[in-house]
């Protein structure tokens, strides 16, 4: 049930652990940014090209340090507008 509500969502989501890790993302099939199975598990790192990936790591930094919650650019090569929202969870361990 929750993989249907991931789907339905109109975002394209990755999700990533603690670790930068892909650990899963949506709309497989008809995402703008297409991920190989074999992302699943690598650092999202290893999973954009070389050329965009300070973009991505400074995007993701922001987000992490609470600087920005949503990224909006152009990607010439899809000719199409991307956005890339974060929603940061706060665990706290009890002991």
């Known amino acids: ?4 509500l991931f789907e ?6 990755t999700v990533s652990d603690a670790n930068d890790e892909v650990v899963g993302w949506n709309k497989h099939e008809t995402r703008l940014f297409r991920r190989p199975m074999s992302c699943m598990g690598l650092n999202f790192r290893q999973c954009h090209p070389e ?3 300070p973009m991505v790591e400074r995007i993701v930094e922001e987000m992490r340090s609470g600087h920005r919650d ?3 650019f152009w990607i010439d090569r899809f ?5 890339i929202s974060s929603r940061r969870e ?5 002991g």
Do not use: H, T, W, Y
């Not at 049930?1 to 249907?4: P, Q």
């Not at 339905?8 to 989501?13: G, M, S, Y």
């Not at 706060?90 to 009890?94: G, I, K, N, T």
């Open 1 to 4: 049930m929750v993989n249907a």
């Open 8 to 13: 339905i969502l109109p975002d394209e989501i």
């Open 51 to 53: 050329k965009s990936l």
């Open 70 to 72: 949503r990224a909006q």
């Open 79 to 83: 000719r199409g507008f991307g956005i």
């Open 90 to 94: 706060s665990v706290r361990s009890q």
